[in-house]
């Protein structure tokens, strides 16, 4: 198998730097087009690649691309899950080279959706292919790509709800996370869940002249402004009541385990040119993005913003907040514990609306099972070295409900880095991690068919 990914190495990159170019950016609807035509790609590489079926799902918004092979029924089947959507790219400007627009530099492939997760999705196509072509596929195999992961997956569960006999399968597979470093393997065994709302804070029923108004009027900015900040206390605990009512804490000797991953608080902060951590008192920097639940404001804005001055008293505020829950919080249980909490802290003056956007719930991969052991020997083999258990900070919404839905465990097995800059400008992807996972996925396959 390595000498067919050697022989045709420059094919799969110049195919994925095809990829790249289509700016399929699910949350702006002017990019509805290139969504499909993103689809309609990967329908076609599936297709070459070997799949006997591939097919493009209509869905009240975006397609999902669906594609299988199935050998031997007899033999297990692994579902395959990614997503062809990517992030916006703005602020455009912050690029060194235009996002779509791929540039291969210092062994990195530059362009948005290059790790998350075009690349890691192409993997698996390339990895399919290379199976198919040197007869060395050891399981059925079945593909489900979705191009709305990045605005919250809303008609993915309705997909799957309604195509259960379709995507019947015995593991999902999925490659949208992160290893520690190179030389480090590293596999995810946790994803926190997520709450996403927007805020909208009124007070006046127009913008006023803040020279006539102000000082007499609520000024929405302020009040947001201080009802935001105080929603952690001088620990960076979460003040909202029954927050953490839930939450499971970690055994001392699972967080002693914990603190065996290879970090460098140092590193971690040259990486992102700040001086100081900060979070929750009492837990680590690896505790706080992984295992401890939080709340940020991730956009606000209000009033004049445009060059020059308008001295204006806004009628209305906006921000929007993300909430990262651990097992075994509900999304919906700390949305509704947010909506109540905001407004019996609004002031006089102002009156607080709460829009939940989209969530998921925090998930948790046992690493005793065939599935985990599978994905283990993989990697420890093709890396040279015995991956290390870790807990992502991300959510990926949909794991939760495959196993609700499906009855079916999920193994994140990753193959991008921390330092990608995923969601950011200049977000990157090593062609070492693009190969390497080209190089792994079909040791899942084989390690696994031998579990069963």
Excluded at 100 to 127: L, N, S, T, W
Excluded at 359 to 368: L, M
Excluded at 372 to 383: G, H, K, L, S, T
Aim: aromatic fraction near 8%.
């Amino acid at each position: 198998m390595n000498q067919y990914i050697n022989e045709n190495k420059d094919r799969f990159l110049s195919e994925l730097l095809d990829l790249l170019r289509i700016p399929s950016v699910s949350a702006d609807s002017k990019f509805a087009g290139d969504v499909r035509k993103a689809a309609e790609f990967i329908c076609q590489k599936l297709s070459d690649a070997g799949a006997d079926l591939a097919e493009i799902c209509e869905t009240a918004g975006h397609p999902i691309v669906f594609g299988q092979k199935i050998i031997d029924p007899a033999l297990p089947t692994v579902l395959v899950y990614g997503h062809y959507d990517v992030q916006p790219a703005d602020p455009y400007e912050l690029w060194d080279s235009p996002p779509f627009e791929p540039v291969v530099k210092d062994e990195k492939i530059f362009a948005r959706g290059a790790c998350d997760d075009k690349g890691q999705v192409y993997m698996h196509i390339k990895a399919f292919e290379t199976m198919v072509a040197t007869n060395s596929l050891s399981c059925n195999v079945k593909f489900m790509i979705e191009g709305e992961e990045e605005v919250g997956s809303d008609n993915l569960g309705i997909f799957v709800s309604a195509n259960k006999e379709k995507l019947a399968a015995d593991v999902v597979l999925i490659s949208d996370t992160a290893i520690i470093a190179n030389d480090i393997p590293s596999i995810d065994v946790g994803l926190r869940g997520l709450s996403y709302l927007e805020v909208e804070v009124t007070a006046a029923n127009r913008d006023l002249h803040s020279g006539v108004y102000g000082g007499a009027v609520a000024n929405p900015i302020n009040v947001l402004s201080k009802m935001i900040a105080s929603l952690h206390d001088e620990d960076n605990r979460i003040t909202i009541p029954n927050f953490y009512a839930d939450v499971v804490e970690l055994t001392p000797e699972e967080r002693a385990a914990m603190a065996l991953t290879p970090f460098s608080l140092d590193a971690y902060k040259e990486d992102l040119g700040i001086d100081e951590v900060v979070g929750e008192k009492g837990y680590t920097t690896l505790e706080r993005a992984s295992i401890r639940p939080t709340l940020d404001a991730n956009g606000i804005w209000g009033g004049y913003i445009g060059e020059g001055a308008k001295t204006v008293l806004p009628s209305k505020a906006f921000a929007k907040i993300s909430m990262r829950l651990v097992p075994n919080q509900k999304s919906e249980v700390i949305t509704d514990l947010f909506t109540k909490h905001l407004q019996a802290i609004a002031p006089a003056g102002v009156t607080v609306k709460v829009r939940p956007h989209h969530g998921g719930e925090p998930y948790v991969t046992p690493i005793d099972s065939k599935e985990y052991r599978a994905a283990e020997r993989a990697m420890e083999e093709a890396f040279g070295k015995k991956p290390v258990p870790t807990r992502g900070g991300g959510s990926i919404p949909i794991v939760a409900l495959f196993e609700k839905e499906l009855g079916l465990k999920t193994i994140l097995m990753g193959f991008g880095l921390d330092s990608d800059a995923i969601h950011s400008p200049n977000e990157h992807y090593g062609l070492f991690n693009f190969y390497k996972g080209i190089e792994t996925i079909p040791l899942f396959f084989k390690y696994y068919s031998e579990t069963n």
